[in-house]
């Protein structure tokens, strides 16, 4: 089994911080990917990161893979309540077909 | 297109019963899955399929069984509930490796 560890579980900020959220493995994947989940509903991508050491920017949220494809961040700038919502990581293994390794989430808190 | 639907969106059982949970998707993907995500926690895989009439069994199967008839439907069923299946239920679907695309999720209560 691989595992995908993610940190910190939670985090409570006020609006205008800055954050980074960790996603960590002792395995290689071939990409990794980015959801956020809001209350009640289903995950949604966010992002999908291929190369090692990639960096890929989505208005606020920059996202990092590591030069070893085993690692991943989610840095957020200047957080808004709108950020509020559970972020999941996901690691697509090397011959593991269209299967997806999800950590088990941060729980993010943005406070106006 | 409405994407991934899942029916129902909430239900409680009795230990011991069965029932059917639904998932269909309008997008022509050959890839659905099945996930159970406990309170607080990730996604874990329960099953899977590659296409209509192909299924494989993920990382926590136990106690489900599923079936893939068509490309658009891939139903999750639970034979003998236990309180140990009260969890959210998502499923999803996808084109190729890649994004994958969830449903609203079903709630499950077992009591």
């Known amino acids: 089994t691989q595992l995908l560890e993610q940190s910190p579980q939670f985090l409570s900020i006020q609006e205008g911080e800055n954050l980074t959220v960790y996603c960590n493995s002792s395995?290689?994947?071939?990409?990794l990917q980015w959801y956020r989940q809001e209350p009640g509903e289903g995950p949604v991508l966010l992002v999908t990161?291929?190369?090692?050491?990639e960096v890929k920017k989505l208005k606020r949220l920059t996202f990092q893979f590591g030069d070893a494809r085993k690692d991943s961040s989610l840095h957020i700038t200047a957080a808004q309540p709108g950020d509020t919502g559970l972020y999941l990581c996901?690691?697509?293994?090397?011959?593991?077909?269209?299967?997806?390794?999800f950590g088990g989430g941060t729980r993010l808190m943005v406070k106006p | 297109n409405a994407g991934v639907t899942q029916t129902p969106k909430f239900r409680i059982l009795k230990i011991g019963q069965s029932m059917t949970l639904q998932c269909t998707q309008d997008?022509?993907?050959?890839?659905m899955y099945w996930y159970r995500q406990d309170p607080g926690m990730g996604l874990k895989l329960i099953y899977y399929?590659?296409?209509?009439?192909?299924?494989d069994k993920g990382e926590v199967p136990n106690g489900y069984n599923v079936s893939r008839s068509t490309t658009e439907d891939f139903p999750l069923r639970l034979e003998l509930a236990a309180p140990s299946q009260t969890s959210v239920y998502f499923c999803?679907?996808?084109?190729?490796?890649?994004?994958?695309?969830f449903g609203p999720g079903t709630r499950l209560l077992v009591l």
């Open positions: 999803a679907s996808s084109y190729t490796v890649g994004t994958q695309y």
């Open positions: 990161v291929v190369t090692g050491g």
């Open positions: 399929s590659v296409g209509a009439g192909i299924t």
């Open positions: 395995s290689v994947f071939s990409s």
């Open positions: 996901a690691g697509a293994p090397y011959n593991a077909g269209n299967m997806l390794t």
């Open positions: 997008m022509n993907h050959n890839y």
